[in-house]
C-alpha cells in the first residue's frame, strides 16, 4: 500500500534512518556487524509486533516501508488500520523474510511505531477527555526536527487535528511581535497591512480582545486563562473570530476549558513529550 504525506519524502526518510543506524559513509560502517556475524546470509525469519499496553496505532505503513527497504521480497501484513484502538496484546503486524534485513531493519521500524503511536494513544486520550463537545483539538509546531510531517500525522490519527504546519501558513503574534510593535493593534495592524489572510493574535487579558478583533485578527489564541475567564473571554468575543485556549492544558483541566464554548484547544504536550507506546515485535526462525 502506498503512503504519502505533503512535504515527507518516505523513501529519503528510510534511506537516511537506516545509514544512520547501519554507519553510512563512516569508516567500517554500512554494516551491521552483529546480524552479518551471528546469522546465516540464507536465514529466514517470521514475526510478530504486537502491544503491550493498550493504544491508539500509528506509524505502520513507514514500518512496512523499512523491512522491504532491506528484502523487497518480505512478507508483510498489517492486521490493523492506522487509528484503531487496541487492548494490550494485541497482533499488529505479522511478517517474515530474510533474517537479517528483519534484525537490521527492526529498530528503525519499532522506533517510529512507538513514536507515532504514543503521539496518537496520547492524542485520544485528550480528546475522550474533552467531552461530547463541538471543541476541536491541535497540536503545535512543537515537534522534533525532521519529524514534524510524521508527528502531526500522528496526531490525526489519534483524533485530532493539525494547527499551522509552520510559519509560512498562518501569522501567529505572540507577546515578543507585541513587544515588538508595541500593541496588540499595531502588530495586527502591520500583518493585515502586509496582506495576511489567517492571523491568530494571542491574548492574555481580556482587555487585549476587543483592541485585537478591530484590528484584524481571525482568531485569538486565550493564552493560560482558566475556565471562568476562557468563559468571559468568549462572551465578550460574541461568534466575531474563533477562539483558541491554549497553556498548560492537561488532561484534568481539558474538559472544563472545552466546555467554555472555545472552537480550538492547543496542546502542546501531544507532540513535544508523548510517551512511546510500549510496543513489541518477537521473530522466530522458519
Same mark, same amino acid.
Given at each position: 500500500?502506498s503512503?504519502?504525506l ?5 523513501d ?6 537506516l ?18 556475524? $551471528? ?8 514475526? $510478530? /509486533?504486537? !502491544?503491550?499496553?493498550?493504544? @491508539? ?46 534484525? @537490521? ?10 513514536? &507515532? !503511536? ?6 485520544? %486520550?485528550? $480528546?475522550?477527555?474533552m ?6 483539538? &491541535? ?10 510531517? &510524521?508527528e ?22 505572540k ?7 508595541? !500593541?496588540?493593534?499595531?502588530? =495586527? ?6 496582506g495576511?489572510?489567517?492571523?491568530i493574535?494571542? =491574548? ?11 484590528? #484584524?485578527? *481571525?482568531r485569538?489564541? &486565550?493564552?493560560? /486563562?482558566d475556565?471562568? @475567564? ?6 465578550? $468575543?460574541?461568534?466575531?473570530?474563533? @477562539?483558541?485556549?491554549?497553556? #498548560? ?7 472544563? %476549558? ?7 484547544i492547543?496542546v502542546?504536550?501531544? *507532540?513535544? !513529550? ?13
Amino acid at each position: 500500500m502506498s503512503f504519502s504525506l505533503p512535504n515527507f519524502d518516505l523513501d529519503r526518510f528510510v534511506r537516511d534512518t537506516l545509514a544512520e543506524d547501519l554507519g553510512g559513509g563512516v569508516p567500517g560502517g554500512g554494516r551491521d556487524l552483529t546480524s552479518e556475524s $551471528v546469522i546465516p546470509a540464507d536465514a529466514m525469519f517470521a514475526g $510478530v /509486533m504486537d !502491544s503491550r499496553d493498550p493504544i @491508539t496505532v500509528a506509524g505502520l505503513p513507514i514500518a512496512d516501508a523499512f523491512f522491504r527497504a532491506l528484502d523487497p521480497d518480505v512478507q508483510v501484513e498489517r492486521l490493523v488500520a492506522e487509528g484503531d484502538e487496541l487492548g494490550a496484546g494485541a497482533h499488529i503486524m505479522r511478517l517474515s523474510g530474510n533474517a537479517r534485513a528483519l534484525l @537490521t531493519a527492526e529498530r528503525s521500524a519499532l522506533n517510529t511505531v512507538q513514536h &507515532l !503511536s504514543g503521539i496518537a494513544t496520547l492524542t485520544r %486520550k485528550y $480528546v475522550q477527555a474533552m467531552g461530547r463537545t463541538d471543541c476541536v483539538l &491541535l497540536d503545535t509546531r512543537k515537534t522534533l526536527p525532521g519529524l514534524r510531517a &510524521l508527528e502531526k500525522y500522528a496526531v490525526r490519527m489519534g483524533g485530532g487535528q493539525n494547527h499551522r504546519m509552520g510559519l509560512w501558513d498562518a501569522a501567529m503574534i505572540k507577546d515578543n511581535h507585541v513587544l515588538v510593535a508595541g !500593541s496588540v493593534n499595531e502588530a =495586527v495592524g502591520r500583518a493585515v497591512t502586509a496582506g495576511v489572510a489567517q492571523i491568530i493574535c494571542e =491574548v492574555d487579558r481580556l482587555d487585549q480582545i476587543e483592541p485585537a478583533i478591530r484590528a #484584524g485578527a *481571525t482568531r485569538l489564541l &486565550l493564552d493560560n /486563562m482558566d475556565a471562568g @475567564t476562557l468563559q468571559q473571554a468568549v462572551a465578550l $468575543v460574541g461568534g466575531r473570530v474563533q @477562539t483558541e485556549a491554549s497553556g #498548560g492544558i492537561t488532561l484534568e483541566t481539558i474538559g472544563a %476549558k472545552a466546555a467554555t464554548g472555545v472552537d480550538y484547544i492547543s496542546v502542546g504536550r501531544l *507532540t513535544q !513529550s508523548a510517551p512511546a507506546a510500549d510496543i513489541g515485535l518477537d521473530f522466530t526462525p522458519l
